[in-house]
């Protein structure tokens, strides 16, 4: 065998081990991608049945007599705050299903509606005074969990009886039940009940959480990148900050959440689960990420604008801030915009500083207790009732839906303001 037959031999080995590799390359992104996909159509399946929510329909009477109320007069809120609605429901019920009379059965029977349909109701009449005058009103009040996932996934649970069942074919057939988008899922806050819970509350501390991040990481770590590329002096003590900001990036994010225990809540005696330590504490997780793609966009700027700039007669500072740092602005917005994305579903360092607490009101400001997506996830996928497995499904679509949008964004400015050296 000569020397070409030997090189040609060599060749084709070459292209076939090159070609084994791209097809192994191919089958790794291709298992990767179902693995994917099957994760998102499970949490799209479990979340279906959160965007819906079954209601009954209840002919309410709203008389004078029936609701204790003075027989003339004119009906003040006051007056319309002290009536017992949860009877006034219960009564609604037992007119529906006349043939209910032992105690057992009325109790089965009363647990078909959600406990908050007296607050739906006295809220109606507490806003329209008026109405009470109109002796009866139909409302749609939302059924009991149990009952919505019973209704919509025809699945027995052992807290639905064979009553309770016999009672929700007999409102399917008279059409007095049905299901709708569920809106309270995007307009109410964390709640024991199922059927009352939403995200707003949630999503609203993310925003503040967020906000505070970004006001405190962004311009931090964008002037740290500048002076540490641009103006510190190349000496160990520099090595060892550059040395250190790189295994800060590295760090587990729970131990973020234990210095903001240890300094901001302990030391410093700020509110716990504010979004204001909330998002400190982010900000020290985001910080080296931002440093290091600030640093990294800054020196991918041409050395040769910096010296054409400094032989026209530019300052160093001129330098950077009118050429380096514009040139550099799109790199640096992505790098925030991907550690913002991180800092959007961190949720351990947010539990050591108490965002896990149950918290109803919806938060106003940084300073008001509040949750956020991630950590609302982890409390609904610890309760007990059916009917927060699909709450927590769509929270996670919602939360991934920020991400995507997130990194999009990035994907965007990137595109968008580039530039080709």
């Given at each position: ?366 300073f008001d207790s509040a949750t956020v997506l991630p ?47």
């Open positions: 065998m000569n020397n070409t037959e030997i090189v040609k031999q060599g060749l084709k080995q070459r292209y076939a081990r090159e070609k084994r590799f791209q097809l192994y390359g191919r089958c790794a992104v291709f298992v990767g991608f179902i693995f994917l996909a099957l994760l998102l159509v499970d949490i799209i399946i479990k979340a279906t049945p959160a965007f819906s929510v079954t209601e009954i329909r209840l002919d309410i009477k709203v008389d004078r007599a029936s609701l204790d109320l003075p027989s003339e007069g004119r009906i003040t809120q006051t007056m319309i705050s002290a009536v017992n609605f949860g009877g006034v429901v219960k009564k609604a019920l037992r007119d529906a299903f006349p043939d209910v009379s032992s105690r057992k059965e009325k109790k089965q029977l009363y647990k078909l509606v959600s406990s908050g349909a007296e607050f739906l109701l006295l809220e109606k009449l507490f806003t329209n005074p008026e109405l009470v005058d109109r002796e009866k009103m139909t409302l749609w009040f939302k059924a009991d969990d149990d009952v919505d996932t019973f209704y919509k996934l025809g699945k027995r649970t052992s807290r639905i009886s064979d009553k309770q069942a016999e009672y929700i074919a007999a409102l399917a057939a008279s059409n007095h039940i049905r299901t709708s988008f569920n809106t309270t899922l995007f307009t109410a806050s964390d709640s024991r009940e199922p059927e009352q819970a939403g995200i707003r509350g949630a999503l609203l501390g993310s925003f503040w959480t967020l906000l505070v991040t970004l006001m405190v990481s962004l311009p931090v770590g964008v002037a740290a990148a500048i002076y540490l590329e641009e103006f510190a002096p190349q000496n160990k003590v520099t090595d060892f900050i550059e040395i250190n900001i790189n295994n800060l990036a590295a760090v587990p994010s729970i131990v973020f959440g234990l210095l903001g225990l240890a300094v901001f809540i302990n030391f410093f005696g700020m509110p716990r689960s504010a979004p204001l330590v909330g998002g400190l504490v982010l900000s020290l997780m985001t910080l080296p990420t931002i440093i290091i793609s600030s640093r990294a966009a800054i020196k991918s700027v041409p050395p040769s604008i910096k010296e054409a700039a400094l032989g026209i007669g530019a300052s160093h500072m001129q330098v950077v801030f009118h050429h380096t740092l514009p040139l550099a602005m799109p790199g640096i917005l992505t790098g925030s915009i991907i550690g913002m994305a991180q800092a959007l579903g961190e949720s351990a360092p947010l539990l050591m500083i108490g965002m896990v607490a149950f918290i109803v009101d919806v938060p106003g400001g940084i950590v609302q996830i982890y409390l609904w996928s610890d309760s007990p009732e059916r009917a927060f497995t699909a709450l927590t499904a769509a929270t996670i679509l919602v939360l991934l839906g920020f991400l995507t949008a997130m990194n999009a964004i990035a994907i965007y400015l990137r595109k968008r303001f580039e530039r080709r050296w």
